[in-house]
Nanobody, 123 residues
């Protein structure tokens, strides 16, 4: 099992940027597909982005495509989510997910989860 700890959330004005980090420990990170999900109050958890082992391929939700970038540093056992041009509708708790199926968009396709980090975008 992989332990995941997110950081980097906070309060930002619309149009601003944040970079989330997810530090992994436990099972082999470099061979694990990773993802980011988010959950806004009163809504279901939704897919944001995914990246495969090696980082050669990524996938994004349509709502964040062109604004968010997922990346990974296997030497640091860390996956990142760079979020630019943030909008109020991006406000949510952001979760890191690990041990996933190749570029999976369903939360049920990931085995390991972090505790989440709050992102709040003010208008």
């Amino acid at each position: 099992q992989m332990q995941l700890v997110e950081s980097g959330g906070g309060l930002v004005q619309a149009g601003g940027s944040l970079r989330l980090s997810c530090a992994a420990s436990g099972r082999t990170f470099s061979s694990s597909a990773m993802g980011w999900f988010r959950q806004a109050p009163g809504k279901e958890r939704e897919f944001v982005a995914a990246i495969i082992w090696g980082g050669d391929r990524t996938s994004y939700a349509e709502s964040v495509k062109g604004r968010f970038t997922i990346s990974r540093d296997d030497a640091k056992n860390t996956v990142y989510l760079q979020m630019n041009s943030l909008k109020p509708e991006d406000t949510a708790v952001y979760y890191c997910a690990g041990s996933g199926i190749y570029l999976a968009h369903r939360s049920s396709d990931y085995n390991d989860w972090g505790q989440g980090t709050q992102v709040t975008v003010s208008s």
